[in-house]
């Protein structure tokens, strides 16, 4: 199920984001007239069906995967967490009826209306975005119930539920993410095209459009893990320690900055340490208790060196979309945003949204490790017992690579086929 | 307040069968296009089904996510009993998403498609294929809940509560119901397109697949006496439901003779309805016989009365959608070339 997030992710990121650059492209077009405004917006709604369609099929995929491959999970759970499923169905609903209206109807329908849709299309892939990211917040903080016996739930608050601790935190940077990760792959496509001599205004305008939305979101997005690492501190201290590589439990716990955790020794080896620096990201107070790993029983560990380097690499990435979107903004001031080691740059970090996007999920799942509903329920319980379940996972990821492949090969041949 | 949460499920599902179910119909008609109008055949389906298919398949999304809030219970059990048709039902509607979108947008298959090439291309043919093993996977697994062969207990085995007649005859009556809904709305397409040529095609279609379901559902009736007693018993004592589907049916092929094809879309589109209603009645309580009620499976009280208010607060939103989308697609006037790609 894994293969399946990580695949369906990225399409879920690219299809709440690349409405919303379709709609502002149009809205550009109908206050100014200018025809290049249209022609960006209906290019890109090219790529969008391709994306849409493989993205809504992956949803499917999952929807019954959550009944194929963790039906305890779902039976025990699903009258407390099942309802922004639902929720999210409906919003997935509202997307793609008015996705098709868009996308066909251009010449159809009025002009006001067209673009009414496209901004429907945008509201509600930011909805169904946000009422899933529910469901894994409760994963992370489980409330809305009473634990009774035999380990069924009593009288569920689906309500409470779905907002429970750190939901605010966790939503907030999950839609960033998605809008920062698509603007910068969008941009390092248009980067990219200006450099092998395309000429059209089309691509300055996409240029500057993209990375205004991918640098306002590189910019908020460390303020937003921040509050998320704090979220983490309170609720989650074995996956703090974790992606800190936090050992042993300490008062001015310094931040580390890369290095390997050791899980033999109970060190983190190679980092760079900034004293007190842990406790104050994480409490905002220089000598706070970060409590350890060693305050969690040592089967209960996650996989402390995936979730630390997935950390490091996460940050890492947001630096450099962060230095690029300042660059870019500098360049942009003096006229010269299509120079070529701009243009260079851009192309190299383009790819890094969706790096961190994947690397960011690894953290928080793999670092509630063993749980599957934190402290709550573990993930080895909650998994099906079907006899030749990697038939199923093998499947699974036949298709989603040929879906992977085909879709990177139509759109790579769309933007070779347009002209200018 | 459970049984409200198990007929919005069935609504829902009557709906996925006449607007996704049309959809693989469609898919269908595409491989079966013979003759000297096949390639407006194509052309006309895949015109038809282009603006709304990712919409008309949200609705089964909705009934899976409705059942394992409502009924976690019997979902995680019937997930398990039925791993492998839900799992290869999946591989298809997925298989055919992407085809019928790949189709769209591939050089060759586009060009195909408008200027009448005389073969499928290969998406096509993934899409015809998925097109087929989806609605018969469907009914296979329909017909394995009624048939009282699945346990709760996880000791089903991979195969076997499946594959065999009962269920499998489920799956071809399923198939023959979407092609012939599938055929009779082409009908009502390729007339108001102004292709009566195109419109006769479909309508031999439509009247020969009405009587391919015709056999098909009393083979069903009649099979069901041995292997799905429910189903029997129920039918019977409510008769009145496949009296009115039998007079339902009797008018669709009459309209469809008489070429009064918008009318007969309705009458068609109610026949199937009465079909899913017939079979959910019959079952009725049953979720999962012999071991799941709907009274037995549901969710607590609180979900449930969450979940219902959802549901209306989502219809007001999605009923009116729905008409928005169909109207600017499907509306009175003549069929204006659709934007491709």
């Given at each position: 199920?894994?293969?399946?997030?990580?695949?369906?992710?990225?399409?879920?990121?690219?299809?709440?984001?690349?409405?919303?650059?379709?709609?502002?492209?149009?809205?550009?077009?109908?206050?100014?007239?200018?025809?290049?405004?249209?022609?960006?917006?209906?290019?890109?709604?090219?790529?969008?069906?391709?994306?849409?369609?493989?993205?809504?099929?992956?949803?499917?995929?999952?929807?019954?995967?959550?009944?194929?491959?963790?039906?305890?999970?779902?039976?025990?759970?699903?009258?407390?967490?099942?309802?922004?499923?639902?929720?999210?169905?409906?919003?997935?609903?509202?997307?793609?009826?008015?996705?098709?209206?868009?996308?066909?109807?251009?010449?159809?329908?009025?002009?006001?209306?067209?673009?009414?849709?496209?901004?429907?299309?945008?509201?509600?892939?930011?909805?169904?975005?946000?009422?899933?990211?529910?469901?894994?917040?409760?994963?992370n903080s489980?409330?809305?119930?009473?634990?009774?016996?035999?380990?069924?739930?009593?009288?569920?608050?689906?309500?409470?539920?779905?907002?429970?601790p750190g939901?605010?935190?966790?939503?907030?940077?999950?839609?960033?993410?998605?809008?920062?990760?698509?603007?910068?792959?969008?941009?390092?496509?248009?980067?990219?095209?200006?450099?092998?001599?395309?000429?059209?205004?089309?691509?300055?305008?996409?240029?500057?459009?993209?990375?205004?939305?991918?640098?306002?979101?590189?910019?908020?997005?460390?303020?937003?893990?921040d509050?998320s690492a704090r979220s983490v501190a309170r609720k989650q201290p074995a996956k703090l320690a974790a992606l800190e590589g936090q050992f042993e439990t300490e008062r001015g716990a310094p931040l580390r900055i890369g290095g390997m955790p050791d899980v033999e020794r109970r060190e983190t080896r190679f980092a760079i340490e900034i004293p007190h620096g842990l406790s104050l990201l994480a409490f905002h107070d220089p000598n706070a208790e970060v409590r350890g790993l060693d305050q969690v029983p040592r089967e209960d560990w996650p996989d402390v060196r995936t979730v630390h380097v997935c950390f490091q690499?996460?940050v890492?990435?947001?630096?450099?979309?962060?230095?690029?979107?300042?660059?870019?903004?500098?360049?942009?001031?003096?006229?010269?945003?299509?120079?070529?080691?701009?243009?260079?740059?851009?192309?190299?970090?383009?790819?890094?949204?969706?790096?961190?996007?994947?690397?960011?999920?690894?953290v928080t799942?793999k670092g509630r490790q063993p749980w599957?509903?934190q402290s709550?329920?573990?993930?080895?319980?909650?998994?099906?017992?079907?006899?030749?379940?990697?038939?199923?996972?093998?499947?699974?990821?036949?298709?989603?690579?040929?879906?992977?492949?085909?879709?990177?090969?139509?759109?790579?041949?769309?933007?070779?086929?347009?002209?200018? | 307040?459970?049984?409200?949460?198990?007929?919005?499920?069935?609504?829902?599902?009557?709906?996925?069968?006449?607007?996704?179910?049309?959809?693989?119909?469609?898919?269908?008609?595409?491989?079966?296009?013979?003759?000297?109008?096949?390639?407006?055949?194509?052309?006309?389906?895949?015109?038809?089904?282009?603006?709304?298919?990712?919409?008309?398949?949200?609705?089964?999304?909705?009934?899976?996510?409705?059942?394992?809030?409502?009924?976690?219970?019997?979902?995680?059990?019937?997930?398990?009993?039925?791993?492998?048709?839900?799992?290869?039902?999946?591989?298809?509607?997925?298989?055919?998403?992407?085809?019928?979108?790949?189709?769209?947008?591939?050089?060759?298959?586009?060009?195909?498609?408008?200027?009448?090439?005389?073969?499928?291309?290969?998406?096509?043919?993934?899409?015809?294929?998925?097109?087929?093993?989806?609605?018969?996977?469907?009914?296979?697994?329909?017909?394995?809940?009624?048939?009282?062969?699945?346990?709760?207990?996880?000791?089903?085995?991979?195969?076997?509560?499946?594959?065999?007649?009962?269920?499998?005859?489920?799956?071809?009556?399923?198939?023959?119901?979407?092609?012939?809904?599938?055929?009779?709305?082409?009908?009502?397409?390729?007339?108001?397109?102004?292709?009566?040529?195109?419109?006769?095609?479909?309508?031999?279609?439509?009247?020969?697949?009405?009587?391919?379901?015709?056999?098909?559902?009393?083979?069903?009736?009649?099979?069901?006496?041995?292997?799905?007693?429910?189903?029997?018993?129920?039918?019977?004592?409510?008769?009145?439901?496949?009296?009115?589907?039998?007079?339902?049916?009797?008018?669709?092929?009459?309209?469809?003779?008489?070429?009064?094809?918008?009318?007969?879309?309705?009458?068609?589109?109610?026949?199937?309805?009465?079909?899913?209603?017939?079979?959910?009645?019959?079952?009725?309580?049953?979720?999962?016989?012999?071991?799941?009620?709907?009274?037995?499976?549901?969710?607590?009280?609180?979900?449930?009365?969450?979940?219902?208010?959802?549901?209306?607060?989502?219809?007001?939103?999605?009923?009116?959608?729905?008409?928005?989308?169909?109207?600017?697609?499907?509306?009175?006037?003549?069929?204006?070339?659709?934007?491709?790609?």
């Open positions: 199920m894994g293969v399946s997030l990580a695949f369906h992710i990225v399409f879920a990121a690219i299809g709440v984001a690349l409405p919303l650059f379709m709609t502002i492209a149009e809205w550009r077009h109908q206050r100014t007239g200018d025809p290049v405004w249209r022609e960006l917006a209906r290019r890109w709604s090219k790529g969008t069906a391709i994306l849409f369609a493989v993205g809504a099929v992956s949803g499917t995929v999952l929807s019954f995967e959550l009944g194929l491959l963790w039906p305890e999970f779902m039976a025990v759970w699903g009258s407390v967490i099942g309802f922004p499923f639902a929720l999210e169905g409906f919003a997935f609903f509202t997307e793609a009826i008015f996705l098709g209206i868009w996308l066909y109807g251009w010449d159809r329908v009025p002009p006001r209306f067209h673009l009414f849709a496209g901004a429907v299309v945008a509201a509600s892939g930011a909805a169904s975005a946000f009422f899933v990211t529910l469901a894994n917040v409760w994963m489980p409330v809305g119930f009473t634990p009774g016996p035999g380990g069924m739930p009593l009288d569920p608050d689906p309500v409470a539920a779905m907002f429970a939901w605010a935190e966790e939503v907030t940077h999950v839609l960033l993410s998605s809008y920062q990760a698509t603007a910068f792959a969008m941009a390092g496509v248009h980067a990219l095209l200006i450099l092998r001599g395309r000429t059209s205004e089309i691509h300055r305008r996409a240029l500057a459009l993209t990375l205004t939305v991918g640098g306002v979101c590189a910019l908020l997005q460390p303020i937003s893990g509050f690499i996460m890492a990435c947001g630096v450099a979309m962060v230095a690029v979107s300042l660059a870019s903004a500098w360049a942009w001031r003096k006229g010269k945003l299509t120079h070529p080691l701009l243009l260079k740059a851009i192309v190299a970090v383009s790819p890094l949204g969706f790096v961190a996007i994947e690397a960011g999920w690894m799942e599957i509903v709550v329920m573990r993930t080895s319980d909650a998994a099906t017992e079907m006899p030749g379940l990697a038939i199923t996972f093998w499947a699974t990821v036949a298709v989603y690579l040929f879906l992977g492949a085909v879709s990177a090969w139509l759109l790579t041949r769309l933007i070779e086929e347009t002209r200018g | 307040m459970a049984d409200v949460v198990a007929a919005a499920m069935l609504g829902a599902l009557i709906l996925y069968a006449l607007t996704g179910g049309a959809d693989f119909g469609g898919g269908v008609w595409d491989l079966l296009a013979t003759g000297p109008l096949r390639a407006k055949q194509r052309a006309a389906i895949d015109r038809a089904i282009g603006p709304i298919w990712e919409a008309n398949h949200v609705w089964l999304i909705l009934v899976v996510t409705v059942m394992f809030t409502g009924f976690p219970r019997a979902f995680a059990a019937i997930a398990n009993a039925l791993h492998v048709p839900l799992l290869l039902l999946l591989l298809a509607i997925v298989m055919r998403g992407a085809a019928f979108t790949f189709r769209h947008y591939d050089r060759g298959g586009a060009r195909g498609t408008r200027a009448g090439a005389r073969t499928p291309n290969r998406w096509g043919i993934a899409f015809s294929i998925a097109s087929i093993a989806a609605p018969i996977l469907l009914g296979v697994v329909i017909g394995a809940l009624v048939s009282g062969e699945l346990r709760a207990n996880a000791s089903n085995g991979w195969i076997e509560p499946w594959a065999r007649r009962w269920p499998l005859l489920v799956g071809l009556f399923t198939l023959a119901l979407f092609s012939y809904l599938a055929a009779v709305y082409l009908c009502v397409e390729a007339k108001e397109s102004g292709d009566a040529e195109l419109a006769e095609a479909f309508r031999r279609r439509a009247m020969g697949a009405w009587v391919a379901s015709g056999v098909l559902s009393l083979f069903v009736f009649l099979q069901s006496r041995m292997h799905a007693q429910r189903v029997w018993d129920g039918l019977r004592a409510r008769w009145m439901i496949v009296a009115v589907a039998g007079v339902a049916a009797a008018l669709a092929i009459g309209l469809l003779w008489t070429r009064r094809y918008r009318v007969a879309r309705f009458a068609a589109a109610a026949q199937v309805a009465l079909v899913v209603i017939g079979w959910g009645a019959s079952q009725h309580p049953w979720l999962m016989v012999p071991d799941f009620t709907i009274g037995g499976a549901a969710a607590p009280p609180a979900t449930l009365r969450l979940l219902i208010g959802a549901l209306l607060v989502g219809s007001i939103l999605l009923f009116p959608s729905l008409w928005i989308l169909f109207r600017s697609f499907k509306g009175a006037r003549p069929f204006s070339p659709v934007d491709d790609a």
